[in-house]
Nanobody, 124 residues
Framework: QVQLVESGGGLVQAGGSLRLSCVAS????????MAWFRQAPGKEREFVAG????????SYADFVKGRFAASRDNAKNAMYLEMNSLKPEDTAVYYC?????????????????WGQGTQVTVSS
């Protein structure tokens, strides 16, 4: 089992930026797909961005394309989410997740391990 710890959330004004971090422990995840999801109050958890376990190709939800960038540092067993041009509708708890496989998928059921989440609040 992998333990995931997110950090970097906070309160920011619209148009601002934040960088989320997710550090894994328990095993090496360099070959595993990793993803960021978010959940706003009263809404379903949704895919935001992720990285395939092989080759590092990234994928993004349409609502963050051009604003968010996902990256990983296998030497640190970590993943990051650079969030720019933040909007009030980006307000949510952001979770990182890992699945035992190289292929990135966008549905929550595919991920075995989750972090505790970090709150991102964007004020207008």
């Amino acid at each position: 089992q992998v333990q995931l710890v997110e950090s970097g959330g906070g309160l920011v004004q619209a148009g601002g930026s934040l960088r989320l971090s997710c550090v894994a422990s328990g095993r090496t995840i360099s070959r595993d797909a990793m993803a960021w999801f978010r959940q706003a109050p009263g809404k379903e958890r949704e895919f935001v961005a992720g990285i395939h376990g092989s080759g590092g190709m990234t994928s993004y939800a349409d609502f963050v394309k051009g604003r968010f960038a996902a990256s990983r540092d296998n030497a640190k067993n970590a993943m990051y989410l650079e969030m720019n041009s933040l909007k009030p509708e980006d307000t949510a708890v952001y979770y990182c997740a890992v699945r035992s496989g190289t292929i990135l998928v966008t549905f929550t059921q595919a991920y075995e391990d989750w972090g505790q989440g970090t709150q991102v609040t964007v004020s207008s």
